[in-house]
């Protein structure tokens, strides 16, 4: 009787790992995987974005966020492989991060303000933004990474969350939702970070020529440790902090101006030069989004929706699916106006939960068909810059669905539930008829693929 259970065991197991192979795509190279918790988290929707209403469906038994970790996990594959010099990643390599970390350090620190003052330009240039915005802070590997939080105390007493019905409480479960969305997509989009240095390769090799190959190493290695670990045992992401700092500007004037108002600054501290561009990005995105609730909540239920969504874990799983979900969303903008792209993350965010999760399935299902709807909405925003989003689209509309099938209508397309990926074959590309934009939007792709020769052909023509 036990060989039998032993061997319905071993059938059991069997079937589950061939579920987990067909749910998880690790292409030709299946010799490097996933952590097993992390895979059965991913295939029993155990992760923070589990039915989360912005993840489309994928027409086929693999889930949505089964496919955005499947693509992240070969592309990290194929940067530790590409950095290190290697077709076979063995385990003990992972060692050698607080190494190769050391060495960056004992170097950073002797050319600390050109490398912070690379930093700012980096983002100031990326994002458009004042240079006295950015407040960059490269501190050695293993310092602290409090930043001063001007006397504020940011401790207060927890107070029991009564919600004011079912109803809202389901209302509010979906902010929950919409939260994690957003955090991801700052995830992903300052995840940028670790690999725009190759954008300042020049710069990097006459301050250190051995910066370029210690970052590679490093910063693959870091990302794919978040494909190894779970996050049981990870505890805080470490390495680099950040915050939004609300100041009135210095006065040059005796008498200070009451009626002055105060400014954001982007405080960021890390350890190394590619975890401080991180955080320097993370916090304009914040800044962005700054206004993702107003209008929609409570103090209270405010406060209790950021406790639900601003966790650990959200953070982790933003970092592992954040970057998919960002590729998507910028690969939805045709526009030589970079600047479309803040514009619009920012009123997205400001849409209230079901409108925001209805876009973002659009955005994330439906690539060919976003390009020609927010070309629209563009089109929209220059005739009546003050208007919101959720203005433009709903127009007299009640639901945001219907604001956006009349969208959909206008540019002569079909709204789809499940939209396949386009599968048309790409022309030959001339670089030297595209835009600046259109050059940096192409750098952008191949950094997230972790094809350099790419980003040194391209970066040609910038």
């Known amino acids: 009787m036990g060989k039998k259970i032993h061997r319905i065991d071993e059938i059991t197991q069997r079937i589950v790992n061939k579920h987990l192979r067909e749910a998880i795509d690790y292409g030709d190279d299946d010799r490097h995987r996933m952590e097993p918790s992390i895979e059965r988290s991913l295939d029993q929707d155990l992760h923070p974005f589990g039915g989360n209403p912005s993840l489309p469906g994928t027409g086929t038994s693999q889930k949505y966020s089964e496919k955005l970790a499947s693509k992240r996990f070969k592309d990290i594959v194929n940067m530790v492989k590409r950095y290190h010099g290697v077709e076979n990643i063995d385990m003990g390599m992972m060692q050698q991060m607080f190494q190769i970390m050391q060495e960056v350090g004992s170097i950073e620190q002797s050319k600390k303000e050109e490398l912070e003052q690379l930093a700012i330009d980096i983002v100031s240039e990326e994002f458009d933004i004042p240079e006295d915005m950015l407040k960059p802070d490269l501190v050695p590997p293993g310092s602290e990474l409090d930043l001063d939080d001007g006397g504020e105390d940011d401790e207060e007493e927890e107070e029991e969350f009564k919600p004011k019905s079912a109803e809202r409480m389901k209302e509010l479960d979906s902010e929950v939702a919409k939260r994690n969305v957003?955090?991801?997509?700052?995830?992903?989009a300052s995840k940028k970070g670790h690999y725009i240095f190759h954008q300042v390769a020049e710069e990097l090799d006459q301050i250190d020529p051995r910066l370029m190959v210690l970052y590679g190493k490093l910063m693959s290695l870091a990302d794919f440790q978040y494909w190894l670990i779970p996050e049981s045992a990870m505890g805080s992401a470490i390495g680099g902090t950040e915050k939004i700092k609300w100041?009135?500007?210095?006065?040059?004037?005796?008498?200070?101006?009451?009626?002055?108002?105060?400014?954001p600054t982007i405080e960021a501290k890390a350890w190394i030069f590619p975890l401080l561009v991180h955080e320097l990005i993370k916090g304009v995105m914040e800044l962005a989004a700054i206004g993702w609730a107003e209008g929609h909540m409570e103090p209270d239920e405010h406060k209790h929706v950021i406790g639900r969504a601003d966790t650990i874990p959200g953070e982790i799983w933003g970092m592992r699916l954040g970057p998919g979900m960002w590729e998507k969303f910028l690969e939805c903008i045709e526009d030589?106006?970079?600047?479309?792209?803040?514009?619009?993350f920012q009123q997205l965010t400001q849409l209230e939960a079901p409108k925001f999760h209805s876009f973002m399935k659009e955005i994330l299902s439906s690539t060919q068909e976003c390009k020609k709807v927010i070309d629209h909405l563009r089109e929209l925003h220059q005739q009546v810059e003050d208007d919101s989003l959720e203005d433009i689209v709903t127009g007299d509309e009640n639901t945001f669905d219907d604001g956006l099938d009349d969208l959909l209508g206008d540019v002569g397309i079909a709204p789809q539930e499940d939209t396949p990926e386009d599968t048309t074959p790409s022309k030959e590309i001339d670089y030297s008829e595209m835009s600046t934009r259109e050059i940096q939007d192409l750098i952008d792709d191949a950094l997230d693929a972790g094809d350099?020769?790419?980003v040194s052909k391209l970066h040609k023509y910038l």
Do not use: R, S, V
């Not at 100041?247 to 400014?263: I, L, M, S, T, Y």
């Not at 030589?336 to 619009?344: A, F, R, T």
């Open 452 to 454: 350099f020769d790419t």
């Open 247 to 263: 100041e009135k500007p210095e006065n040059d004037e005796e008498e200070e101006d009451e009626n002055q108002e105060e400014e």
């Open 336 to 344: 030589e106006d970079y600047k479309i792209k803040h514009w619009l």
């Open 182 to 188: 957003i955090n991801a997509m700052m995830q992903g």
